[in-house]
T-cell receptor, first 118, second 109 residues
Framework: GAVVSQHPSWVICKSGTSVKIECRSL??????MFWYRQFPKQSLMLMAT?????????EQGVEKDKFLINHASLTLSTLTVTSAHPEDSSFYIC??????????????FGPGTRLTVL | GQNIDQPTEMTATEGAIVQINCTYQ??????LFWYQQHAGEAPTFLSY??LDGLEEKGRFSSFLSRSKGYSYLLLKELQMKDSASYLC??????????WGAGTKLIIKP
């Protein structure tokens, strides 16, 4: 099956610093990647849809200047949390959609990145 | 508006059968997904239904009724490792996934 990697798997940073999270599709090309955030015991919250070569589409309430998304190639999207604060501490998960396969466009998820801001 | 409803939590016994229901309201409909998510991990794909009926895949089966806006995930021969959250997600006319809050399934020996 399609594999999506995410790096780092966990990160602890000081308040005010920026953190970059990478999402890679390892064995397929993903024109579209998605970034989610999940707080403890809550469901996935879609933050933005990332399309290769174009600007990301952000969900309502998500600050695009705070959560910078870059989808520079068909296999890599990055999320940068700028000037992180403790309330940004969460589980960030990316997913990629493989439209090139015979599947039905299901999303394959990366393992997630647990961000803790002190 | 768009909405996915599923129970918050269910408890079942090892070796038994459990059915997790999901009702959906989406702007257009292009299929329904079920994902499994263990605590602290990312979701993994379980099943996809776009036509009415039952899709069987080993111990797991998923059912869809488009006229009723209803789906269920059926888990047979429950094992302790099946303890997880099960997420229902509908795909709308823009091919975006609308996620339910998830059903936490607790398996007891």
């Amino acid at each position: 099956g399609a594999v999506v990697s995410q790096h780092p798997s966990w990160v602890i940073c000081k308040s005010g610093t920026s953190v970059k999270i990478e999402c890679r599709s390892l064995d397929f090309q993903a024109t579209t990647m998605f970034w989610y955030r999940q707080f403890p015991k809550q469901s996935l919250m879609l933050m933005a849809t990332s399309n290769e070569g174009s600007k990301a589409t952000y969900e309502q309430g998500v600050e695009k200047d705070k959560f910078l998304i870059n989808h520079a190639s068909l296999t890599l999207s990055t999320l940068t949390v700028t000037s992180a604060h403790p309330e940004d501490s969460s589980f960030y998960i990316c997913s990629a959609r493989d439209l090139g396969s015979a599947g039905f466009g299901e999303q394959f998820f990366g393992p997630g990145t647990r961000l803790t801001v002190l | 508006g768009q909405n996915i409803d599923q129970p918050t939590e269910m408890t079942a016994t090892e070796g038994a059968i459990v059915q997790i229901n999901c009702t959906y309201q989406t702007s257009g409909f292009n299929g329904l997904f079920w994902y499994q998510q263990h605590a602290g991990e990312a979701p993994t794909f379980l099943s996809y239904n776009v036509l009415d009926g039952l899709e069987e895949k080993g111990r797991f089966s998923s059912f869809l009724s488009r006229s009723k806006g209803y789906s269920y995930l059926l888990l047979k021969e429950l094992q302790m490792k099946d303890s997880a959250s099960y997420l229902c997600a509908g795909k709308d006319s823009n091919y975006q996934l609308i996620w339910g809050a998830g059903t936490k399934l607790i398996i007891k020996p």
